[in-house]
């Protein structure tokens, strides 16, 4: 073998090695869109004015800044969350429990926090305290909500849907609804925010879940990402947005 023919195969073997790193580097999107439920304080709700205000909203923007990847949040009604991540207009859903019938589409990130799940009563109904005792009732649900799934499966023949919490409070209200389940963390902001918070009392915890980050099925890189980009996030900016929302 000739020195020429060995420099040949050195040129060929960078280039190769080259055109490898580039294209590891244009997988790197520029971008990705998230959707998440817009009605979920203290993670993510709007303002008065109408303005998106939260934890995610902050954290998101911090993702950004540490992983160099622009996170474009889509925040809406949890149900058109779930349609948009469904027809692929969005790359990552963000508040999300994980179900079985989930986990038929979707990959999931590690979980972020627990979430207990409460039922709701008002104060005129008595000897409500378990799942077995709801049976005979209708109860008010989120659209998409796992909750729903859970009370059907605790043999709950009646759920009614609304588009989002703040639809489902406001029901409350208007003495539509008088039992609901709901997710703890939003249930006395809203509540309160509705003034209903003097007329319902939590009856019981109906199940705990857990908060997790979902991609379309198979996009383990993005996981990974994902998960990089907050474990970049340092922890004293974790504490000041803990301070700042959850007090």
């Given at each position: 073998?000739t020195l020429?023919?060995?420099?040949r ?5 960078l280039?190769g ?12 999107p520029a ?7 817009d ?14 205000k ?8 911090l ?9 474009e ?16 207009e969005?790359?990552v ?14 990959d999931?990130?590690p979980p ?10 008002h ?7 378990s799942?077995?005792?709801?049976k005979?009732?209708?109860?008010g649900?989120?659209q998409?909500?796992?909750?729903a799934?859970?009370l ?5 023949r009646r759920t009614?849907s609304y ?6 409070i406001?029901a ?8 609901f ?26 199940y ?12 383990s ?5 994902i998960?990089?980009g907050?474990k ?9 947005l803990?301070?700042?929302?959850m007090?």
């Amino acid at each position: 073998m000739t020195l020429g023919t060995i420099r040949r195969w050195l040129a060929v073997g960078l280039l190769g090695l080259a055109s490898a790193t580039v294209g590891l580097a244009a997988e790197v999107p520029a971008r990705i869109v998230v959707v998440m439920d817009d009605n979920y304080p203290p993670y993510v709700f709007r303002d008065t004015d109408g303005q998106l205000k939260g934890y995610l909203i902050d954290l998101w923007a911090l993702w950004s800044a540490h992983s160099g990847i622009q996170a474009e949040l889509r925040p809406t009604e949890w149900s058109q969350a779930l349609q948009r991540f469904g027809n692929h207009e969005a790359d990552v859903i963000d508040t999300i429990f994980r179900t079985p019938m989930r986990e038929t589409f979707m990959d999931f990130t590690p979980p972020y926090t627990d979430v207990n799940v409460s039922i709701m009563v008002h104060k005129s109904i008595l000897g409500i305290d378990s799942a077995a005792t709801l049976k005979a009732f209708a109860v008010g649900v989120k659209q998409g909500d796992a909750c729903a799934d859970h009370l059907q499966e605790a043999g709950v023949r009646r759920t009614d849907s609304y588009p989002s919490y703040e639809a489902l409070i406001k029901a409350a209200a208007t003495g539509e609804v008088r039992i609901f389940c709901l997710d703890a963390p939003p249930a006395h902001f809203l509540m309160a925010r509705n003034g209903v918070d003097k007329d319902f009392r939590e009856a019981f915890t109906l199940y705990q879940g857990q908060f997790h980050r979902g991609v379309h099925k198979g996009e383990s890189a993005l996981i990974e990402r994902i998960d990089s980009g907050f474990k970049a996030i340092p922890a004293r900016d974790y504490a000041a947005l803990q301070e700042k929302w959850m007090g």
